[in-house]
Each structure stands twice: as structure tokens, then as C-alpha cells.
């Protein structure tokens, strides 16, 4: 076990301790659900990674329509008869 000092504001330490958050358990927990948590700059970066645009999607109704077809003939495809 590790022990570590952290210094809080006065007012701000009494509100954590009569809330519990300081209790080892919960610290853990919190740790734990930020550790998993993706940053900021990563949601970022997702995003700007999903409004770049795709050169080979094609969106045109006619794309789309084609689209729908080949998904019903896989799906007619796939039941049994």
C-alpha cells in the first residue's frame, strides 16, 4: 500500500470528509473511474476524426437505394426457405 498526502483548501477537505469522498474506498473508486475514462483531447481527436470526410462513402440516393437492395438480397439470402 502506498499512503499520499494531498492538501485540500480547508472548507473543501470538511465538505469531502462529511461527504465521505475521502474515505479510502471511495478514493479507490474514483481513481479507478478516471483511470478508464478517455481524456478530453482523446474525445477530441475522436471527433475530429469522425467529421473528416470520407472520400469513399458515397451518400447520393441512388448509393444509398443500392445499398438497401444488397442488404435485403443478403438478408432473403440468408433465411431459410
Same mark, same amino acid.
Given at each position: 500500500?502506498?499512503?499520499?498526502?494531498?492538501?485540500?483548501?480547508?472548507? !473543501?477537505?470538511?465538505?469531502?470528509?462529511?461527504?465521505? $469522498? !475521502?474515505?479510502?474506498? *471511495?478514493?479507490?473508486?474514483?481513481?479507478? @473511474?478516471? $483511470?478508464?475514462?478517455?481524456? !478530453?483531447? @482523446?474525445?477530441?481527436? =475522436?471527433?475530429?476524426?469522425? *467529421?473528416?470526410?470520407?472520400?469513399?462513402?458515397?451518400? *447520393?440516393?441512388?448509393?444509398?437505394?443500392?445499398?438497401?437492395?444488397?442488404?435485403? =438480397?443478403?438478408?432473403? =439470402?440468408?433465411?431459410? =426457405?
Amino acid at each position: 500500500m502506498t499512503t499520499i498526502q494531498i492538501t485540500f483548501p480547508d472548507q !473543501l477537505a470538511k465538505e469531502a470528509e462529511e461527504a465521505g $469522498l !475521502l474515505a479510502p474506498e *471511495s478514493m479507490e473508486r474514483m481513481l479507478r @473511474q478516471n $483511470l478508464g475514462a478517455p481524456s !478530453l483531447a @482523446q474525445i477530441f481527436e =475522436a471527433m475530429d476524426r469522425v *467529421s473528416e470526410p470520407d472520400d469513399e462513402i458515397n451518400f *447520393s440516393p441512388e448509393a444509398i437505394a443500392e445499398e438497401i437492395r444488397a442488404m435485403r =438480397a443478403e438478408k432473403r =439470402a440468408q433465411t431459410p =426457405a
